[in-house]
């Protein structure tokens, strides 16, 4: 259509799925810069050091034809397929680019390294190499028959065999001379039959759907070990940044809700291709998977409806653990392996929460604990071995640097921390690979308005003060304090804005009331929990200190509180190679108590009160006088609500 | 193409899937004529009766426009409808014809009907109409759990969920306001939940697939009724008569194969959708089907290669029961439903010879039993509660009429019986439908090979008397005994030949050998015999008496010789509606013991033997003075013979 004219231009950034917006005529490189993704470019997009190569996948005619500096930098076998440079390139129209992992920013952090608690290699699969005498007119044991003898030596079992590997099983047998390899399943269903010896090769696959983030893990299942780990943005993202507007996009029709379904599909194909090829695993040999995320997710993944998820009473299809077969899914691995799909506890706390606690191994405490998996949701759990009650709350994107004006993702030039002397008030921070400061990420924003909040900018209904120095009118006529000043030489200005401090407030104020919600729950008060995990990306970066001074994390000592990495991640992992740690899952799953925090009595009031930050001179009393009574600690009154669900 | 001229067409005549070929310019009528399929035509194809309707399908551009004669005969809607008149239609070049049952010939005579022994309904699919309270914020169980709390009624029990059926879970629970019907299968997996009460609309199908017909039954699982049976010609006959030259085209490579194992299941297809349509019930609630048939057929239609089965050792890939769901076989009932596969006896006695011992009951009999399943292939079964013994043999397609000079099959004008007066040598006989000869049917030809063998125009080496009468130098310069002469006034001479008599004596050769070798195995003699059992459509058309006459039964008195039709079907029926049925049918396949009769010392010399008549005064002898031994009958002395194979 010649007489269509756009000035903006949008980017499918591969493998990570982004969608980058922006001015057409750029180069791709600045589309990314303005999007906040910084490309490997050490010259500064100026083609003279040629390291930020690309690899142009589709609209080759919306861009223009190698320039010069790309025809020096680049071989004509690499031109001729498809690699350009970033800064070279100027997009026109849209286009589809895969960066390759030497040019993409290695500091977008996705969490996928967490605890890893020592757990019992006791996998569901299982390959044994079998050999067997081979069929005479004195022997006629049929062949399907003859390999069964052979692999349960005589324990006649009923074994449940797939057609496809029953077709083929004739001519494996004998393409192999009588020796194969066979693949059972919970010793009661073989995946596979192989030509030879391949029981050294087994493996599984652990997948961590977060509504942002997707984490996958390659493990041995016999030796335990991961041995690959690939992550991406979730590629829903494309049609929603956080769960409500996915739900929203998933109820315009059936064609919407396949979409999603087949996006994270194929998503997790990436990230399979990907880890078998830094392996260098064959696929086939990937027999069994575990999928832990939020219940949307989980739907989502499996083509489930999600749509009765978003209306009261929010009740999800199924909570149960699931074993699927890969090929129903279409997931690329053995087409006979299982997903297995950790349980659920309710419509919006997931089997991410569930693995959680089993990684945290909180569910078999003595003491009581608190654990928080912090996000755009955010899942709190308080519990022991006797009892576990959970709930969700919406703590809204503040925490990943969106809706924030200076807000960004943890990536290159982010503040991570920062630190206001409450006498000076000079005010140091750190940002991630200590370049010049670009913006503030999660932890960044917590920290500068838990400092502000210490050095008195912020009052305890979160107003900034007037009068205060480097407190100015912003652009948008809103007040705004200044943690990076243009002043002292640095190259922009970086501020916290009065509406980010009602960000932040909204979101730990979601936080805090679903925590005491919970405490009233079980009859218990702060002082009685021994121990704090904190999960998640952003639960990783974030300051204890911060966390607590703004009132997100409850008055205890900072000595019980631990980050625990993406422990839903490390829980997956430990389902994937223990049948036992599966059976906990599901222990766990129908044990913990669901607590709907829009149906529970206080909620309104308690999360008014939430709002405010904390009296800070209180704050430092009470955790300066702090006595713990031995007697009531860790101790939950059983206790029914009348707002609490029970199944 | 214009220059293209051949003087050929070919015709697929639906449903039975026949390939009728003939000479072009032909009516659709002369060409069915030619090819001995008779369609109801009563004015003889003069246009005068309009009943040849059939319905053109395919390449209406071969054939002309309706003639005037059409134009009366049909209405404007029948013939927009693709209705013609068979006698009218002119065929030009390749079409596909549907033949309506009104003018299919009635005798093509396909058994579908048999005994069916009282089975007790004891179905594995049960449908269970439920009711259940929908969630509040109070009650917030899972759908899935909510619907099988309602199934369980409080048994919890682990209950597998297809994901297509979990998908839609949440969808159907909410429009049918929370009453569903549930059809689960063993108590152990749900195959469907549909909305409202569907509890009475539960059907099972039971397939029985011969080398050379497939017979279907729908049947209710509730009362056990045969709601509808239909039955074709085995779509495979294109790619090969019997069962040899389909293991030759299967291993001509994998789509040769592929295209067997589709050409069964759409077969089946048509069935299914043929019995639907005729009983008006919904085929997706079929929840299951049983399949029996021989070897090779269980494998082409399970998709297995049955390459294996054609060279030695024969032996299956698998011999045990097998249920696989219904949508990985492509077959078009409930796509969860479960088909079941009945177990084999070995390479060359498949479920059908299961079905046939289950349906005769003989598996408990106390006395000796002989079982004939008589077809291309002859499958022979000896035994009682005790001990059973089986077999095959390729008695060849003469008892299909087929390799004789005026065979044919027993449709419309075949002799279907005759008797020659040992005295006068006057000959009568019956033809199918009273009509005019038109050729020998299998049953036919066993007769008068058998009366002219009693009427002494034939020795006991088979060979034809030169000087009787009506015996003359035929066409082919053979010997031929004329049956009908056109001296008589008949419209044409029909005859038996030597090489026709040398045919009979080869197949009933195979079966005399088959059945020798048997009793040699469990060390009886046919005087110890109490049931014999003539399975089959031939087995239902035979003459006990010919039969016995030619040495094909052994000396056993006529009175203990039953015919039991299609056992075969009846077995599969027996298996659809009573889950003890296929117990049995486990405990028969795994007790049966397999004689390979190539492999038997006796086999060579067994056969030379056999192929030559008893001697008739022998035998008029022996049956005189039978006296029966009670001690021994019902009695095999346990043996293990040098090439009988154990599992």
Known sequence: MEGRCLSQVSVTVQPHGFRVRGKKGNSFRRLCHDARLELNSPCGGLGRCGKCRVIITEGHANIGEPTKTEQKHLTRKELSAGFRLACQVIVLGEIEVIVPKETMPAQLRLQTEGIYAKTEILPLVKKTCLEMPQPTLRSLKPDLERLLSALCRGNARQVAVPMQVLSRLPDVLRKSKWKVTATIWSDREILDVEEGDTSKSVYGFAVDIG??????????????????????????????????????????????????????????????????????????????????????????????????????????????????????????????????FLPLIAGFVGSDAVADILATGMYNKKELCLLLDIGTNTEIVIGNQQRIVACSCASGPAFEGAHIKDGMKASI???????????????????????????????????????????????????????????????????????????????????????????????????????????????????????????????????????????????????????????????????????????????????????????????????????????????????????????????????????????
């Open 211 to 340: 509504t942002t983030k997707v984490a996958c893990y390659l493990v041995s299942l016999l030796t335990g070990e991961t041995v690959a780990v690939s992550s991406m943005i979730n590629p829903q993202v494309q049609h929603g940044e956080d769960i409500m507007e996915r739900l929203t996009y998933a109820m315009k029709g059936e064609s919407e809700r396949a979409e999603l379904t087949r996006s994270i599909r194929k998503g997790i194909n990436r990230l399979v291709a990907e880890c078998c090829s830094k392996s260098e695993v064959n696929p086939d040999h990937i027999y069994e998977a575990t999928v832990v995320g939020n219940t949307v997710m989980h739907h989502m993944f499996l083509g489930i409806a999600p749509n009765y998820l978003a209306v009261s009473p929010y009740v999800p299809a199924v909570k149960q653990p699931l074993n699927v077969q890969a090929n129903e899914l279409g997931i690329e691995i053995n087409p006979h392996a299982k997903i297995h």
């Open 413 to 647: 030039g982010a503040i991570e921390s920062c630190r206001i002397d409450p006498a000076t008030r000079k005010i140091s921070f750190r940002t991630v690979d200590g370049v010049a400061p670009r913006g503030l990420c999660g932890s960044g924003i917590v920290d500068a308005v838990a400092q502000m909040l210490g050095a008195g900018l912020i009052d305890e209904n979160g107003t900034l003060l007037e009068d205060a120095p480097y407190v100015r009118s912003g652009e948008s006529g809103q007040r705004e304090f200044l943690i990076v000043r243009t002043s002292e030489g640095y190259p922009r200005d970086i501020g916290v804005t009065q509406k980010d401090i009602r960000e932040v407030q909204l979101a730990k104020g979601a936080v805090q009331t679903g925590i005491s919600v919970l405490m009233k729950t079980v009859r218990i008060e702060p002082r009685q929990l021994r121990h704090v995990y904190l999960a998640g990306a952003f639960g990783t970066c974030i300051s204890p200190a911060s966390a607590k001074k703004i009132g997100m994390i409850p008055e205890v000592p900072l000595g019980i509180i631990r980050k625990v990495g993406n422990a839903a991640g490390t829980g997956a992992r430990m389902a994937l190679i223990s049948s036992k740690a599966r059976q906990l899952c599901a222990s766990i799953s129908s044990k913990a108590q669901y607590v709907e925090l829009a149906a529970h009595i206080d909620f309104r009031s308690t999360f008014m009160r939430s709002l405010s930050f904390p009296s800070q001179s209180t704050q430092k009393r009470s955790s300066e006088k702090r006595t713990e009574s031995k007697q009531t600690a860790g101790k939950i009154r059983p206790q029914r609500l009348m707002h609490t669900q029970n199944y």
